[in-house]
């Protein structure tokens, strides 16, 4: 039996887990020296429930609630805005095609004055909003961003000497890279 085969044996038996090494000596018949040879079992695929598990833990820790609290929040008065904005406009330009100097919105009598006050009151704040979340955004993606950057470098320094010496380090940084893809398009999604 070939070495091959012995190796192709223990890795898919039953017994072993995915990260047990199994070391395997072959012997030469013409010298009887034992080379041992380590095959390991590769790792089973990451599931994508666990993916939004664990991201989730991360992005909705506790230091992380008031940021998303307050960028939702944001999130939905902008989008009252943006519609509140347009609807003043066409009724400040209604108003101002009519001879009368009262304007009837909502039940309310304005003037032109006023109605032109609050349609330049909400296009202002409709610019500000998005810049105010911006800023609110950055203390959440600074949590997230540390929080994922020590998890992975704690899971790259708990693995053996054999697997920093055997594997090349853009595989290594690989890790990294996934956890900010992630996070690139998990974070907007809880503001969009």
Known sequence: MSIDEVSSLLCSSPLSTSEEEVVVEESTSDLHVHIPVVATNPLPPISTQRIITDFGKILFAPENIPAIIATTSLTIIQMGVNFLSPFLLGQLVQSLTNTHSVTQLAGW??????LMTLFVGASALSQILPTVRSHVMSSLYANTIETILMKSMDHLLGKSLDYHVQTPFNAMC???QRGFGIQSFGLPLLTQ
Not at 109 to 114: I, V
């Open 174 to 176: 690989n890790i990294l």
């Open 109 to 114: 009598e304005m003037s032109k004055t006023t």
